[in-house]
Nanobody
């Protein structure tokens, strides 16, 4: 059972930046896809960004140009660099490891004040 632990969330003013980290308990070097999702109160969980083992990235339209996803196989860690944050980015952010099944982290709260 793979365990994922997110960190780096917090309170930031609009226009600010945060960097989320997702540390995996096992090697992620060959994991097909690592992803970041978010969920706001009353809303469904939505994809923010994902990255393949080959480094191909995909972003939701609402974060394109502002967020950057990356992964470091040597550290078994995935990252989400979030710049130009907006109040509507406020949510719990979840890391996901997508293999033959999907593993989820416990989530980290990101709050952007106006």
């Amino acid at each position: 059972q793979v365990q994922l632990v997110e960190s780096g969330g917090g309170l930031v003013q609009a226009g600010g930046s945060l960097r989320l980290s997702c540390a995996a308990s096992e090697s992620i070097a060959r994991v097909p896809v690592m992803g970041w999702y978010r969920q706001s109160p009353g809303k469904q969980r939505e994809l923010v960004a994902r990255i393949t083992s080959a480094g191909t990235t995909n972003y939701a339209d609402f974060v394109k140009g502002r967020f950057t996803i990356s992964r470091d196989g040597s550290k078994n860690t995935a990252y989400l660099q979030m710049d130009s944050l907006k109040p509507e980015d406020t949510a719990v952010y979840y890391c996901a490891l997508l293999s033959w099944t999907t593993y989820w982290g416990q989530g980290t709260q990101v709050t952007v004040s106006s």
